[in-house]
Every structure is written in C-alpha cells, then in structure tokens.
C-alpha cells in the first residue's frame, strides 16, 4: 500500500492558508510587524518558509492578506451570481467587520508601525479603506463617468466607523452585536441620505 500523500486539496490549501493567517495575526499582535518574522510564522504555522513566500511573497504580503480577509464582505458581493444586498445590509456587514477584534487589533498594529513602515501602511490602505470605499461606491452607484467612488462614499465610510470605532480602537467598548451594527449602519444612512 502506498502511503505518500499527493498534493494537498483545495481545501487543505485553504485551511492551511487560514491557519497561517490566524498565527500570523497573533504574532502581529504580541509583537507588532517589526518583531515578526516569516520564520517564525512558519513555525508556529508548522509550515516551511518556501510555502508562506509563495503564497504571500514577504512580511508585508502576509498582513495584506490579513486585511483582505478581514474584508471578506466585499468579496461575497462580487462573486458571480450573489444576489444583490440593500444599502444597509451592506454597510451593517462592514460595520461588524471593520468593528471586529481582528480588524481592530490589525488597525491599531499599522497605526503603530506606519512611522517606521510606511509602505505596510499603503498596502493596509489599499486593500482595506480603498476597497471598502469602492465597495460603497458600488452600492451607491457611480459618482463620476470613470465609475470612480465620490465624496458620499467615503463620507459614508467615514461615517460607519465614526466614533464607535475610535473607542473600539481605545479598547472602551466591545465589539457591536449584529443589531447594533444595523442600528449604527442605519443612522449613518439617514445622515448620508439627510445630506
């Protein structure tokens, strides 16, 4: 009986990836971005440094992908066939995103380490407020002939995270419930609506 393995299925390749990504994103938060090493990622992963370098391709590749996953709610919108969501289902699933511990301790990791990294500042930037405001664009509709996110997107975006945020980033208030998150989306409609 030959037991070698053969390659890894589509969703072992998942899991493992999502297994990386959750150790990656505790050691971010023990020890900030400068302290981490794809080392020793790879080793409380219990994976080679080759596989998170051809995945992520450097440090800074594994936080963006970290972030990107926290913006899973875009992705579910854009795959084909997904049903269209209304406005306020839509910024309620961002609200419990961007609101969430992860999101909130990778916030706070790049806000820290922006002076000495800058360019893990840009990719955090890029994959994740960017995409969020063209996410809002999208919903709301076109702003500009290039199909370009207007101001009411990204008053929109500033909005949803609002002071709410800024506590959760101060460590004054828990994560929202989903019926807080709503509430929150609501009212943060009316006054984009209002405007």
Do not use: N
């Amino acid at each position: 009986m030959d037991t070698r393995r053969g390659r890894p299925t589509a969703a072992e390749r998942d899991r493992r990836r999502e297994a990386i990504l959750d150790v990656a994103i505790a050691r971010f938060t023990a020890y900030g971005y400068g302290g981490t090493t794809i080392e020793a990622i790879a080793a409380d992963a219990g994976v080679t440094k080759r596989t998170i370098y051809s995945w992520f391709g450097d440090l800074a590749g594994v936080l963006s992908a970290a972030v990107e996953r926290q913006h899973a709610y875009l992705l579910a919108v854009d795959a084909p066939g997904s049903d269209a969501e209304s406005l306020e289902d839509a910024a309620t699933r961002l609200v419990l995103a961007l609101h969430s511990d992860v999101s909130v301790a990778l916030h706070r990791l790049v806000i820290a380490e922006s002076p000495r990294f800058p360019e893990v500042a840009a990719r955090f930037y890029a994959a994740g407020p960017a995409r969020s405001i063209a996410f809002l664009g999208a919903q709301l509709g076109p702003a500009s002939p290039a199909g370009q996110p207007g101001p009411r997107a990204e008053q929109l975006y500033t909005l949803l995270l609002g002071e709410p945020h800024r506590r959760r980033l101060l460590g004054l208030t828990p994560a929202p419930t989903p019926e807080a998150a709503r509430a929150h989306a609501r009212a943060c409609l009316a006054l984009v609506d209002g405007a």
